[in-house]
């Protein structure tokens, strides 16, 4: 399966009226998730809400897209 | 500095109060001539309630403030008939560019959605809005408009407002059934009547600068993150009519105000940003904080609470004045209804409910605007410049990036004077109870033109057909009739085909199918619509009692 890069945020029985809405909805939640959080704490989240992420995607042939994406320019 | 604009001064009378000693009694005074004020003014005024205005200045608003003018505000101020002159003076931008440090990391172009009247957004400098809005008032009979008078006391008891007011000449006393607050975020009506606003105080500064561009300047949006001739900071370049040029530097909170606003500081600034080459003179500079909070309860008994009086939010969206044209449009109708006895105080309330839950909106959008521009700590400016840094190549990134989210108006869709749809009718689209109406291009009597001048002021039915002449003869008698009621409403008959209808009812025809789209419409479909062209209600078939069921819901007297 090929990685989705479009916009892909939405919320079962939730309807937007705007369509920056979702992508909104979704970093402020995780920005929150990080209130109050040290930064080491901080990491600690990102790194377990990542292996949590890719578990549930579960597909390692997106998982590989997804690493090579994120270390482009980094 | 250089002066691209004349500020009016309009011109002070001595109240005849003041040498009479009586008390002026009247059903309704605004408190402020700012935006917010002059289109309360105006609405009540279009709705037939006589207005006393007062503001304590005798000109337009001062310097560089509200600049973005979103397409619903634009469609509210057609209707107090200055739509036009705020359209053809500003200016429009489709292009927006994206900077990340040194590099442009996208840009987009809004294109404007076909078919509607409005743009998305004009800009243009609030005196020029407050001076149309000024000139139309002062053309209207319904209208007293009062410069340099100071309301220096309120006093609230059962069914009146007893209002103190001081002029150069002196003072004198004022009684009216109804008070409307539009004086402005440190609101002396609220303090006065020791009412609490609730929220916070953002801790970050703002340095706004209107400069005038000596050459050819792109009439686009620009906003940087953290630029190299700012780092750590975001700027952000809106272009104004006149050549004007705004630019808002954010400067954290340690910056100290006096220093940041000397032109010895502020040039090199832009020149930076510019480029050395480009020529520009200085127009404004001001230092400002800015708050994010509301009231409670935008209706206190006998006095209303419009505009930044009533909430206050980040400038990220330009949220602040045009939720303010949208509180007049929601208030204006409910006030006139309860006044003329056709509908309770209650229905007050609801002016507070569905404009608190746009302010709640509001504030939600243009916070987290802030907090993406403004990260509160190093894990969310990471998130940030992430976003930022995956937005270049991918789409996704791009919806994550937040540099203000234009006011739309809110769908009010929670709101108690909704009829809900039947469980056995379904609708495609997103003209649901509550929802703002759509525009959509019509002919009327073979002349085009638009259907949100042709809807509104008063409640409306629109019923739709194919054919005119295949409306049956019932049909037409009781929609003809429903002007007949306590609370009038106007037949709109919308078809697809041309054809003959009696007089009394307003018709215009869908040549292009772009009406039945938007609302779904199929033969025999109904809307109900409010006076603020909401959607209070829809039938897939008209029944009179349904419908005056519906009305009777939308007006609190259900």
Same mark, same amino acid.
């Given at each position: 399966?090929?990685?989705n890069?479009?916009?892909?945020?939405?919320?079962?029985?939730?309807? /937007?009226?705007?369509? /920056?809405?979702?992508?909104?909805?979704?970093?402020?939640?995780?920005?929150?998730?990080?209130?109050?959080?040290?930064?080491?704490?901080s990491?600690? %989240?990102?790194?377990?809400?990542?292996? %949590?992420?890719?578990?549930?995607?579960?597909?390692?042939?997106?998982?590989?897209?997804?690493?090579?994406?994120?270390?482009?320019? #980094? | 500095?250089?002066?691209?604009?004349?500020?009016?001064?309009?011109?002070?009378?001595?109240?005849?109060?003041?040498?009479?000693?009586?008390?002026?009694?009247?059903?309704?005074?605004?408190?402020?001539?700012?935006?917010?004020?002059?289109?309360?003014?105006?609405? %009540?005024?279009?709705q037939?309630?006589?207005?006393?205005? %007062?503001?304590?200045?005798d000109?337009?608003?001062?310097?560089?403030?509200?600049?973005?003018?979103?397409?619903?505000a634009?469609?509210?101020?057609?209707?107090?008939?200055?739509?036009?002159? &705020?359209?053809?003076?500003?200016?429009? @931008?489709?292009? $927006?560019?994206?900077?990340?440090?040194?590099?442009?990391v996208?840009n987009?172009?809004?294109?404007?959605?076909?078919?509607?009247?409005?743009?998305?957004?004009?800009?243009?400098?609030q005196?020029?809005?407050?001076?149309?809005?000024?000139?139309?008032a002062?053309?209207?009979?319904?209208?007293?408009?009062?410069?340099?008078?100071?309301?220096?006391?309120?006093?609230?008891?059962?069914?009146?407002?007893?209002?103190?007011?001081?002029?150069?000449?002196?003072?004198?006393?004022?009684?009216?059934?109804?008070?409307?607050?539009?004086?402005?975020?440190?609101?002396?009506?609220?303090?006065?009547?020791?009412?609490?606003?609730?929220?916070?105080?953002?801790?970050?500064?703002?340095?706004?600068?209107?400069?005038?561009?000596?050459?050819?300047?792109?009439?686009?949006?620009?906003?940087?993150f953290?630029?190299?001739?700012?780092?750590?900071?975001?700027? =952000?370049?809106?272009?104004?009519?006149?050549?004007?040029?705004?630019?808002?530097?954010?400067?954290? @909170?340690?910056?100290?105000?006096?220093?940041?606003?000397?032109?010895?500081?502020?040039?090199?600034?832009?020149?930076?940003?510019?480029?050395?080459?480009?020529?520009?003179?200085?127009? @404004?500079?001001? &230092?400002?904080?800015?708050?994010?909070?509301?009231?409670?309860?935008?209706?206190?008994?006998? &006095?209303?609470?419009?505009?930044d009086?009533?909430?206050?939010?980040?400038?990220? $969206?330009?949220?602040?004045?045009?939720?303010?044209?949208?509180?007049?449009?929601n208030?204006?109708?409910?006030?006139?209804?309860v006044?003329? $006895?056709?509908?309770?105080?209650?229905?007050?309330d609801?002016?507070?409910?569905?404009?608190?839950f746009?302010?709640?909106e509001?504030?939600?959008?243009?916070?987290?605007?802030?907090?993406?521009?403004?990260?509160?700590?190093?894990?969310?400016?990471?998130?940030?410049?992430?976003?930022?840094?995956?937005?270049?190549?991918?789409?996704?990134?791009?919806?994550?990036?937040?540099?203000?989210?234009?006011? #739309?108006?809110?769908?009010?869709?929670?709101?108690?004077?909704?009829?809900?749809?039947?469980?056995?009718?379904?609708?495609?689209?997103?003209?649901?109870?509550?929802?703002?109406?759509?525009?959509?291009?019509?002919l009327?009597?073979?002349?085009?033109?638009?259907?949100?001048?042709?809807?509104? $002021?008063?409640?409306?039915?629109?019923?739709?057909?194919?054919?005119?002449?295949?409306?049956?003869?019932?049909?037409?008698?009781?929609?003809?009739?429903?002007?007949?009621?306590?609370?009038a409403?106007?037949?709109? #008959?919308?078809?697809?085909?041309?054809?003959? =209808?009696?007089?009394?009812?307003?018709?215009?025809?869908?040549?292009?199918? &772009?009406?039945?789209?938007?609302?779904?419409?199929?033969?025999?479909?109904?809307y109900?619509v409010r006076?603020?062209?909401h959607?209070?209600?829809?039938?897939?078939?008209?029944?009179?009692d349904?419908?005056?069921?519906?009305?009777?819901?939308?007006?609190?007297?259900?």
């Amino acid at each position: 399966m090929s990685i989705n890069l479009n916009p892909n945020f939405s919320e079962a029985g939730k309807r /937007y009226f705007s369509a /920056y809405s979702p992508a909104d909805d979704f970093y402020e939640l995780l920005i929150n998730t990080h209130r109050d959080l040290t930064d080491e704490q901080s990491e600690l %989240l990102n790194a377990r809400l990542i292996l %949590l992420l890719a578990n549930h995607i579960g597909d390692i042939g997106t998982l590989r897209e997804a690493l090579k994406l994120s270390r482009e320019g #980094v | 500095m250089l002066k691209t604009y004349t500020y009016p001064r309009f011109e002070y009378t001595t109240p005849p109060e003041i040498a009479s000693g009586r008390t002026l009694k009247v059903p309704v005074v605004v408190v402020g001539a700012g935006p917010v004020g002059l289109a309360t003014a105006l609405d %009540l005024e279009l709705q037939g309630v006589p207005v006393l205005l %007062l503001d304590e200045d005798d000109t337009v608003s001062i310097g560089s403030r509200g600049v973005c003018y979103a397409k619903r505000a634009l469609e509210i101020l057609d209707r107090y008939g200055v739509g036009d002159a &705020v359209c053809s003076k500003g200016v429009s @931008w489709n292009v $927006g560019r994206t900077f990340f440090r040194e590099q442009e990391v996208y840009n987009f172009n809004l294109v404007p959605e076909a078919d509607h009247h409005r743009p998305g957004m004009v800009n243009l400098q609030q005196y020029y809005l407050e001076e149309y809005l000024a000139a139309r008032a002062a053309s209207r009979p319904g209208i007293e408009l009062r410069w340099k008078n100071k309301v220096v006391s309120v006093m609230q008891s059962g069914k009146s407002v007893t209002l103190k007011v001081e002029t150069g000449d002196g003072f004198y006393t004022v009684e009216a059934d109804w008070l409307i607050a539009a004086d402005g975020a440190r609101s002396p009506v609220r303090r006065m009547l020791g009412l609490d606003v609730e929220g916070k105080i953002f801790m970050d500064r703002f340095l706004i600068a209107d400069v005038v561009m000596k050459a050819e300047f792109p009439a686009e949006r620009w906003f940087w993150f953290d630029p190299p001739f700012h780092p750590g900071q975001s700027v =952000l370049l809106h272009k104004q009519t006149d050549n004007v040029f705004r630019i808002d530097f954010q400067l954290g @909170w340690d910056a100290d105000p006096e220093q940041e606003k000397k032109p010895e500081n502020v040039l090199p600034r832009i020149k930076a940003m510019l480029g050395d080459e480009r020529e520009f003179e200085l127009e @404004w500079v001001s &230092v400002y904080t800015f708050q994010c909070r509301r009231m409670g309860s935008f209706n206190h008994g006998r &006095v209303l609470f419009v505009g930044d009086a009533a909430h206050q939010v980040s400038p990220f $969206g330009a949220r602040g004045a045009n939720s303010g044209l949208q509180d007049a449009d929601n208030l204006g109708w409910k006030l006139k209804l309860v006044i003329d $006895g056709k509908a309770p105080e209650k229905l007050l309330d609801s002016y507070s409910e569905e404009r608190v839950f746009a302010a709640d909106e509001n504030l939600m959008n243009s916070t987290r605007s802030t907090d993406f521009i403004t990260p509160k700590s190093r894990v969310s400016r990471t998130f940030r410049n992430a976003a930022l840094s995956l937005a270049k190549n991918h789409a996704f990134g791009r919806a994550l990036v937040n540099s203000g989210r234009l006011s #739309v108006p809110s769908f009010l869709t929670a709101s108690s004077l909704n009829t809900p749809d039947s469980e056995t009718e379904t609708f495609a689209g997103r003209m649901l109870p509550g929802a703002p109406l759509d525009d959509a291009p019509v002919l009327e009597n073979g002349e085009e033109g638009w259907l949100l001048s042709r809807v509104g $002021g008063q409640f409306c039915v629109m019923y739709f057909a194919d054919d005119p002449a295949a409306i049956d003869a019932a049909t037409i008698a009781a929609l003809t009739g429903l002007s007949g009621g306590g609370i009038a409403v106007q037949p709109v #008959v919308i078809s697809r085909r041309a054809g003959k =209808l009696p007089g009394g009812i307003v018709h215009l025809e869908d040549r292009r199918g &772009v009406f039945a789209k938007r609302y779904d419409a199929r033969p025999g479909t109904v809307y109900l619509v409010r006076p603020d062209q909401h959607v209070a209600a829809r039938w897939r078939s008209f029944d009179a009692d349904r419908l005056g069921a519906a009305v009777a819901r939308a007006t609190c007297n259900d």
